[in-house]
Every structure is written in structure tokens, then in C-alpha cells.
């Protein structure tokens, strides 16, 4: 053993003030807030009847508090239009600014033939025709630092909704009737109406105004049909939006998070700032609706309050007003919070599309919110439809259950759906899928298209088929289905090019491992330019990676494929306006990973091809995409005819890469075998390997240490009776002698973690039966909490549940893509343990890289886990 070397693991400029910024996937229009709501003789009266929301008294009131940079209008100047789906609002006084945020996307409007403002030439508008949205207000924040102030709030609001041009393209739905609903801060509403006309230029004022202390939340507006009452789709223009702002001596700061869950008897924190002096007697709590003042509990200064809500029953949602009024101003603030336990949290640890021997069993966790625990009765199983909570095996630790789907037969692909509950009925689920070694095992097959109840003659829909799902892009020049009539071809899907590019997928059953193929038969009627591209992808948002990537046309009368630099034409075959049949296999692990063949008509014509991304993702391939390119300009559009696609998941062919040069029985269940390389690698290698059948009764696993003093491999290996095969194990410190990974020996801990790197250890827990000895991985709560009395632990892993595991750098030169001398320990679905060294640094063995290890592993077996022991010099 040795000491480890090195760490390895892994300008905006203002025009005339007025601004429109992109951020947060919001666009934002700002501009300075002007003093009145504007009145070119075409705001016909106000909606509401309450005294003070009409339009004189509100520009009254919107005077005084544009004065005191409390409040004002957006007036939607002519200077800058709102770009299209704007959705925020900001608006300007010389110390403030306040926001308003729209549910829907906005756009400009200028006076014409459709509306006309109430000042000015410009308003605004929704992007479609939803026929309802709303605008939420606030926050207020003070203009030099952009802090918000929590004293501040909007308790008036006023807009003009504009009357528009009655026109068939609209639906010719105006008249209508506009309703506008008010939320305050405490929960109440106030729902005003109006109607507007189908004349441009009749507009109408809504006025709203919280009562003393309240704020305004939000407003719905709703398109409804005149006498009816209905719903309609309608754009609902607006011009002038004003909001004035009260200014409290209160300030609230959140302690306990709005929303929050609160674990049995913990109470619900909220700090109250304020120049004036409050006392209990100034505060009022409505709690789910009725009065809980008493429920209330006061700390701190009368200037600076700490309240607590206490006594709150355990399994209920919460909504809680305080009200504050005191030295003749009032505060109303409304919280959110809950008591129901939340739901456990699933993970899988068995990566989602994973192929896994028989033996093997899909793992995953349940974990419970912190403080809380959670049962095997809380988490229930669906195996392909049908309920199988019999198939679970658990085990659990400190609020988290570590459960295994057990009883998997071979060649069968399975779809887990997991649910885990509280103890107050809040639930999560997960669906993963996954497949056991067998025969190819199919996850997509469209039958042809054939089925007219599944695929309908005309554009396709979305579509779900078995456990396949079509998702086309919808408009104009959508995939279609047509029936072609055609020897061999009755119903294909037809991809016709426009003047834009149009991409639809398929979606499948991941598969994280093994190989894929991607059958299909398709003709292209034109070869001059580009038409398809065809594309293997894993399923995520990010619609840039890829795995096999071809390109129909892009060379004249040539397939091509690009490796994310260049593009290559395959010169084996010669692109017509024929049917062929296509082929793509994926190999997702094994020697040849992330490469791809591709056959046409039987016949190969790439081989080994990288993945177009093959080193920027490692997620499972989910999802076929089948893209239309821009018909180029002066270029006839190009149409392309698809068919009979069928995807298949294979297991990796295991073949070993030469047979030993030498095999010796060292004793009964343990065979030693050598084998010499040339070539491999592009270069010659030295392997050795030790196979424990750890099913037999008369083998076993001892672990000698020199206990801080530096010994050699044969040293340590002459202290154990009968021992017949040793190799060296974990990294240690030289000035110590010691390991600095976790090792414990018959229940005896020899030394704690130093190095986190120590992902996977061979434990034995000394009862001496065929299972005794095994690898595991380090559970989250460390090594400490394992009871095995025996645990060797290092790092990192290469093979986790049978999957090629990338736990280190690979760019790290000097570690694990340098060659070095190499001690790997593997263990096989068939209870096989396999010591490994490879020897290095000389011209008959050069040593290996941690891929070229993991790839050499792979050839041993079918390996469930493996990992990386100390190499280089101490390899013996």
C-alpha cells in the first residue's frame, strides 16, 4: 500500500428612461410613473360604485400620492412599445419603484382600426385570446438599492380596460361583459363589472381600494358573454394602470418561511418591527377562519416583537391573518403554512433504464422528512400494472428505508411505479423502468401504424402506444398518417419540409446500459439537400444531446453523421428516393460505450461512430427524434416517408478478450489465471486474476494489517493460516503507516475515514455462509452505521448494480487517465470474487487508465460491483 499523491474525484443604457429587460424567463417593461390616468374623451365611466373607485376621485388621490412618490400610472408612452410576451411591469417614482406581474404575456397596441387609447397613442394587450388573466402587485422597493420595503404595500389600484373593434377574426365576442376580482390581503373579495362595447374608444375605469391596513393582492380579469354570463375568448386591452402605496409603521420579517412545514409542536415564527409600541392587545389572529388571538405568544421588545402561533394541531393546512392596529395605523398580513407531514422522498440508487442480471434487484430509497420516520407499510409498489408490494425487501436507518424489488425473471422489461406516503396522506411517486439480461426486449414497436384506433388517418396527436409515446410538434405541416397503398406499405408517417424546421420525438422506456437498436424504414424524395435528421436522445429539457446523429442529404445523395466537430458522408452507400431499411445500434456500455453502427438494407456502412455528445452526458437514451430541416432558399421542399419502427434493448455480449496463458488451482473454489496482451490497448499488458467462488463453504476472506507498521504483501499473507492468494488493498499514509479509508476487522474499527473516496468496500459479517462475504456500496449515513463486524473499504468504484460507474475525473492525468499499475477487487452476479492486479511501467505491461481498467473488467464476467484498489508501486 501507499499514500495517495494527488485528490481525485472531480452594460445596459436607458433611452428616455424606459427600458425592457429579459431575465428569469420574464420579460420586463419599465418606465417612469406619471401623476394622472388619462382622459382623451374616451373613457366612457367607471365600473364600480363604491365611493372613491371612480375615476375623478381616484385621479384625486393618485395626484396627492404621485406627489409624495407614493404611487402613480403607467401611461404606456409611444417612445418604446412593450416587446411581445412581456410579463412584468416596473414602474418608477424618484424613490420607489412597484411591480405588476401578468399570469399572461403582453404586447403593444397602437390607436387604429382595433382600439383606441384613453391617453395617448399606446396601450397594452394580451399576446392570444385567452378570455382571462390576472396581475399581481408588489413588491415596493426603494430605487437607489433596489431593497424592498416591507412597510410599504399597494392599497389602490386602478386601470382603464379598453373597449375594442367587434371583428369576425375575434370571434366577434364584443360586446362583453368584464369581471374583475380583487384579493386582499386578509383573503376577502371584491368582484367588479363593467361592459365594453364593441366600439373602440368606449372604454371603462375600474377603480379598487383596501380597507385601512389591507393590501391589494391580485386581480383576475374574465371575459363573459353578455346575458349569459359565459366564458369567452376575447384579448382584453388596457391602458393607464395606477397604484398608490400606504406606507405602515409596521415591518414583518418571516422567521419560520412561508409555506413552511412545522414538525409536531413547533410553532410558527413571525417578527414584527415598529416605531410605535406594540402590546398583545394590538394584535389579532384569525387562524383557518376563526379568531385564536390567545393562541398567540410575545417576546422582545414592544418595538420589536417576536410572536409566535402555538398550539397548532398536527395534520392540517393553515391560514393565519394578523391583523396589527395600533397609534392609528393597522397592518393586515396573511401566512400559509401546514402541519401535514410532507411527503417521503424517492431516489433511486439503481439508475433509471438500467439492465440488470436476473440476480440482481432494482434498488431505490424512501426518505422521510427530517425529524420524522417512515415504514415499509408507507411505500406501496406497481410492477407493469400490477400491484406487487410483496416484491419489496427493505431495510431501514434514521428515517430513510433502503428497498430492493426482488424476484426479477430474465428477459423481461419492467415499469415500477413507487408510491410513499405520510402519515397525513401527502404522497410522492416515481416510475422507473428497467430490464433484466435475456432476450432483446422490446420497448417501442408503432405495428406498422396499422391500428387506425392508436394512429388515425390525417395529422398525428399526441399519441401513446403500449409504453411508447409520440410527441409531434402540432401546426401547420405536422406529421401525418397516410395511407400509401404500396406493396409492403399500407399507413407510414410522412414528414413533409416547410419553410421552418419542425422536430417531433419519440418517447421509450430508457435504457441507461447494454445496447439499443432503433429499426426503421424510410425513403426521402429529396437527395440534393438536406430533408432529416434522425437522433438518439436521453429525456430531458436539454434538447441538444445526443447520441447517434445522421442526416439525410446533407452531402447530395449521401447520409452523413457529425461527431459535434465535422460532418462525415458514409461513402458505402448512395442515397436514392428508394425504401431501405435502417438500423442504428447504440452500445451504452461495455468496450465500445457511446459509439454507434449503423446498417442499411443489412449492410454496414458505419461502424464504431462516436456519439454526437458522447462525453457531455451519461443519462439513459429515451427519446428518438425525427427532425424536418428549413427547406434551404430556391430548393424544391423535400418529403420523407417513415415506417415500421422498432426499438429494442439487448444485453451487452460478454466475450473475453483472450483466454489465460496460465490457470492454476490454488485450492478448492479459488482459481488463479494469467493472461499476456499485445496490442491491447495499443499496447502490451500483464493481468493476473484470482477467482473466489464465495459459494463454496471452504473459502473465505481474511484481512491482515500491520496495524501502523509498514509490511509487505507476502508478510501480512504469511499471518493467516492456509492462506493461498493475496493482494494489496487501500491507500495509506506513509508517515503513519496506517489506512485512510475506513477499515474495521471482527468488529475492531482500525481506522476511520480520512479519504471521502472510499464509495464501495468487501464487508463479511463472519457467519461463514455462502452470502457472508460480499461488496457493498457506503450507505448515506457512512460506514459507521453498518453492524458488519468486518469492512474494507476504497475507492473509487467502477461498477455499481452492474453499471460502468464514472466516479472520478477523468481528465485527471496523473490518476485516472494515466497508466499505472492497477488492484481492482470485482464481485459477479454469480457470487464470484475476482482479486485483480495488472501489472505496468514496463515495456512487456504498460499498466492501464481507470477506463481501460473498467473496460477490461467488463470482459471478466458479468460484474455487479467493482472498485478501484491502491495501485502503482504498491500493486502485488
Not at 294 to 311: C, V
Request: proline residues 6%.
Amino acid at each position: 500500500m501507499k499514500a495517495l499523491g494527488s485528490k481525485w474525484m472531480p452594460m445596459v443604457a436607458l433611452a428616455a428612461c424606459l427600458l425592457t429587460t429579459e431575465a428569469d424567463g420574464q420579460t420586463t417593461f419599465t418606465q417612469p410613473l406619471v401623476g394622472q390616468f388619462g382622459d382623451a374623451g374616451n373613457i366612457t365611466g367607471s365600473a364600480s360604485s363604491i365611493p372613491g373607485n371612480d375615476l375623478g376621485s381616484y385621479n384625486d388621490s393618485m395626484s396627492a400620492a404621485s406627489g409624495a412618490s407614493g404611487g402613480g400610472v403607467f401611461d404606456f408612452p409611444s417612445a418604446l412599445p412593450i416587446t411581445a410576451n412581456t410579463t412584468v411591469l416596473r414602474g418608477t417614482t424618484a424613490s420607489k419603484d412597484f411591480q405588476v406581474t401578468f399570469t399572461r404575456g403582453l404586447q403593444a397596441f397602437n390607436n387604429g382600426a382595433t382600439y383606441t387609447a384613453s391617453s395617448g397613442t399606446r396601450g397594452t394587450t394580451t399576446n392570444s385570446t385567452p378570455g382571462n388573466y390576472g396581475m399581481s402587485f408588489g413588491p415596493v422597493r426603494n430605487v437607489a438599492d433596489g431593497e424592498i420595503l416591507e412597510s410599504n404595500f399597494i392599497s389602490g389600484v386602478g386601470f382603464v380596460a379598453m373597449s375594442r373593434t367587434n371583428a369576425a377574426a375575434d370571434g366577434n365576442v364584443f360586446p362583453l361583459q368584464l369581471r374583475a376580482t380583487a384579493t386582499f390581503s386578509d383573503g376577502s373579495t371584491e368582484v367588479v363589472t363593467g361592459e365594453l362595447s364593441g366600439t373602440r374608444g368606449n372604454n371603462v375605469f375600474f377603480g379598487f381600494t383596501a380597507l385601512s391596513g389591507l393590501a391589494v393582492r391580485d386581480i383576475q380579469l374574465e371575459a363573459l358573454q353578455l346575458g349569459t354570463g359565459l366564458p369567452v375568448s376575447a384579448r382584453i386591452g388596457l391602458d393607464d394602470i395606477g397604484l398608490i402605496v400606504s406606507e405602515s409603521p409596521f415591518k414583518f420579517s418571516v422567521i419560520t418561511p412561508e409555506n413552511s412545514y412545522l414538525i409536531p409542536g413547533a410553532d410558527f415564527l413571525f417578527g414584527v418591527e415598529s416605531t410605535v409600541d406594540i402590546d398583545a392587545g394590538d394584535v389579532t389572529l384569525v387562524l383557518n377562519g376563526a379568531d385564536a388571538t390567545n393562541r398567540l405568544s410575545f417576546s422582545g421588545t414592544p418595538q420589536a416583537r417576536e410572536i409566535a402561533i402555538t398550539g397548532l394541531a398536527p395534520g392540517s393546512d393553515h391560514e393565519a391573518t394578523v391583523t396589527i392596529n395600533t397609534g392609528g395605523s393597522a397592518l393586515v398580513r396573511t401566512f400559509h403554512f401546514t402541519t401535514k407531514e410532507p411527503a417521503p422522498e424517492i431516489s433511486a440508487v439503481t439508475r433509471n433504464g438500467s439492465y440488470l442480471h436476473p440476480k440482481a434487484h432494482f434498488q431505490f430509497t424512501a426518505r422521510a422528512y427530517p425529524g420524522l420516520t417512515i415504514d415499509p407499510e408507507d411505500v406501496t409498489l406497481s410492477l407493469n400494472g400490477t400491484p406487487a408490494n410483496d416484491r419489496l425487501s427493505s431495510g431501514s436507518i434514521s428515517g430513510e428505508l433502503a428497498i430492493s424489488i426482488t424476484g426479477l425473471v430474465p428477459h423481461q422489461s419492467y415499469h415500477a411505479t413507487i408510491t410513499a406516503s405520510s402519515a397525513h396522506g401527502n404522497s410522492s411517486t416515481q416510475t422507473y423502468h428497467f430490464h433484466t439480461l435475456g432476450t432483446p426486449v422490446t420497448l417501442s414497436d408503432t405495428g406498422g401504424f396499422s391500428d387506425s384506433g392508436i394512429y388515425p388517418a390525417g395529422d398525428l396527436q399526441p399519441t401513446t402506444h403500449g409504453y411508447s409515446r409520440w410527441q409531434p410538434q402540432v401546426g401547420a405541416t405536422q406529421l401525418q398518417i397516410l395511407d400509401i397503398g404500396e406493396p409492403g406499405y399500407g399507413r407510414v408517417l410522412r414528414r413533409s419540409q416547410s419553410g421552418s424546421q419542425r422536430t417531433d420525438y419519440l418517447h421509450f422506456p430508457p435504457l441507461a446500459d447494454g445496447v439499443l437498436k432503433v429499426a426503421f424504414d424510410a425513403r426521402v424524395f429529396e437527395t440534393g439537400h438536406r430533408t432529416l435528421d434522425i437522433a438518439l436522445m436521453p429525456d430531458s429539457t436539454n434538447n441538444t444531446l445526443m447520441a447517434g446523429f445522421i442526416q439525410f442529404g446533407l452531402t447530395p445523395g449521401k447520409i452523413s453523421y457529425f461527431d459535434n466537430v465535422n460532418y462525415y458522408a458514409f461513402e458505402d452507400f448512395d442515397l436514392d428516393t428508394e425504401w431501405h431499411h435502417y438500423e442504428i445500434t447504440h452500445y451504452h456500455s461495455g468496450p465500445y460505450a457511446r459509439t454507434y453502427d449503423l446498417h442499411i438494407d443489412g449492410n454496414l456502412v458505419g461502424w464504431k461512430i462516436p456519439w454526437r455528445n458522447g462525453n457531455s452526458f451519461d443519462a439513459p437514451l429515451a427519446r428518438l427524434r425525427i427532425q424536418a430541416i428549413a427547406t434551404p432558399p430556391g430548393a424544391s421542399s423535400g418529403t420523407a416517408d417513415l415506417d415500421n419502427f422498432v426499438i429494442t434493448a439487448h444485453p451487452l455480449e460478454v466475450d473475453a478478450i483472450a483466454a489465460p496463458v496460465a490457470t492454476t488451482q490454488l485450492g478448492q473454489g479459488v482459481v488463479y489465471k494469467e493472461y499476456t496482451h499485445a496490442g491491447l490497448f495499443s499496447s502490451n499488458q500483464h493481468v493476473f486474476v484470482t477467482e473466489i467462488n464465495l459459494s463454496d463453504p471452504s473459502t473465505g476472506l481474511a484481512f491482515p494489517h500491520g496495524a501502523g507498521t509498514l509490511r509487505t504483501v507476502p508478510e501480512l499473507a504469511a499471518t493467516v493460516p492456509g492462506a493461498v492468494a493475496a493482494v494489496n488493498a487501500q491507500f495509506f499514509d506513509f508517515s503513519t503507516g496506517r489506512s485512510i479509508q475506513h477499515f474495521k476487522v471482527n468488529g475492531t474499527l482500525v481506522n476511520p475515514t480520512i479519504d471521502a473516496q472510499d464509495q464501495q468496500a468487501i464487508t463479511d459479517d463472519g457467519l461463514g455462509s455462502p452470502n457472508s462475504v460480499r461488496m457493498e456500496q457506503k450507505p448515506e449515513a457512512g460506514w459507521e452505521s453498518l453492524a458488519t463486524p468486518s469492512i474494507m473499504a476504497t475507492g473509487p468504484w467502477l461498477f455499481r448494480d452492474g453499471i460502468r460507474w464514472t466516479a472520478y475525473d477523468p481528465a485527471d492525468t496523473t490518476f485516472a487517465g494515466a497508466r499505472h499499475p492497477r488492484t481492482a477487487v470485482a464481485w459477479t452476479y454469480d457470487n464470484r470474487m475476482l482479486l485483480i492486479t495488472v501489472d505496468g511501467r514496463t515495456g512487456s505491461a504498460a499498466g492501464m487508465t481507470l477506463p481501460e481498467l473498467q473496460t477490461y473488467i467488463d470482459t471478466l464476467g458479468w460484474i455487479k460491483y467493482a472498485t478501484n484498489y491502491d495501485g502503482g508501486g504498491s500493486t502485488t
